[in-house]
């Protein structure tokens, strides 16, 4: 479940940096330069997740989904804010929903950190 949102996030920033379409709400809420890097994000951060997942080195996942993690969160809860903004309470399923998967992905982010130092520690002491 975790890669096909993943997906589905990458894919929702890609016709901004093609040039195809971009939402209303968040053009017209954000200035350029901070479209572009929520797409640049959202892609990013959604075939680093993708990767995390077909990558045979646990070790290397688990660095993989920390680069995408936390700047997915930040960038999801921008895209809240800015429809909120921009269209006020008619935006509130969108933004509750963005809002949702911000916190789904910074909580990942925190437990994939922590297992991250766990793991240093085991290893460390084993050397």
Excluded: C
């Amino acid at each position: 479940m975790q890669v096909f949102v993943a997906v589905l996030i990458a894919v929702s920033g890609m016709p901004i940096l093609l040039g195809g379409p971009q939402p209303g709400s968040l053009s017209e809420s954000l200035p350029t330069l901070l479209v572009y890097v929520w797409a640049g994000v959202m892609v990013g951060g959604g075939a680093l997740v993708v990767a995390a997942a077909a990558v045979r080195n646990p070790e290397t996942a688990l660095y993989f989904e920390l680069a995408a993690d936390a700047p997915l969160a930040i960038m999801l809860s921008t895209y809240a804010v800015g429809t909120l903004v921009a269209a006020g309470l008619h935006a509130a399923v969108a933004a509750s929903l963005s809002l949702g998967l911000a916190a789904a992905f910074a909580a990942r982010a925190v437990k994939v950190y922590r297992t991250i130092r766990e793991l240093r520690t085991v290893l460390g002491r084993r050397k």
